[in-house]
Antibody, heavy 119, light 107 residues
């Protein structure tokens, strides 16, 4: 059973960079796409981007200028960096496996981690 | 981007009721639609993919239908554990986009 676990600071100051890591266990990180999704408190879901295990990426155009997703296959981890954050970036951030077999669906999710942007 | 519109935004129902949620895409997406269930404080859970295929382990009272731009999620007999928020997601093209959610509440 694939399991994902997010980790990183829960509080980030405005204008700084949000950094999160997702550790994958119970399965291989290879041959799959891995994604980040966020959800502001009380609101809906927003797809942030994905990375393939080989390193290719695709980002949401609404965040593209500020987002970097990277992967470390040796550690079975992938990471998110979001620069120049504002209060609007306050959200629960989820990592998930993106299964590309029947359309692009998110079949395994981490529990999520709340990141608050505040001074 | 493909816009996803869900209706209703909330529905009140009783245990045993049949509940139907609709999702409309701003352009045709074939059958590339997924449905998720989210309970408070938890991550979303994949219920249905490719519009009508049930994810492993999901009870058969959940079903999905539709193609093109109009889709439905049906819960045939609502159970206590089904009270949650449901999201549709277009799985056709990037960026992936979600509907605004439908909260199923206890009547």
């Amino acid at each position: 059973q694939v399991q994902l676990q997010e980790s990183g600071p829960g509080l980030v100051k405005p204008s700084e960079t949000l950094s999160l890591t997702c550790t994958v266990s119970g399965g291989s990180i290879s041959s799959y796409y891995w994604s980040w999704i966020r959800q502001p408190p009380g609101k809906g879901l927003e797809w942030v981007g994905y990375i393939y295990y080989s390193g290719s990426t695709n980002y949401n155009p609404s965040l593209k200028s500020r987002v970097t997703i990277s992967v470390d296959t040796s550690k079975t981890q992938f990471s998110l960096k979001l620069s120049s954050v504002t209060a609007a970036d306050t959200a629960v951030y989820y990592c998930a496996r993106l299964y590309d077999g029947s359309g692009s669906v998110l079949d395994y999710w981490g529990q999520g981690t709340l990141v608050t942007v505040s001074s | 981007d493909i816009q996803m519109t869900q209706s209703p935004s909330s529905v009140s129902a009783s245990v045993g009721d049949r509940v139907t949620i609709t999702c409309r895409a701003s352009q045709g997406i074939g059958s590339w639609l997924a449905w998720y269930q989210q309970k408070p404080g938890k991550a979303p859970k994949l219920l249905i993919y490719a519009a009508s295929s049930l994810q492993s382990g999901v009870p058969s009272r959940f079903s999905g239908s539709g193609s093109g731009t109009d889709f439905t999620l049906t819960i045939s007999s609502l159970q206590p554990e089904d009270f949650a928020t449901y999201y549709c997601q277009q799985a056709n093209s990037f960026p992936l986009t979600f509907g605004g959610g439908t909260k199923v509440e206890i009547k």
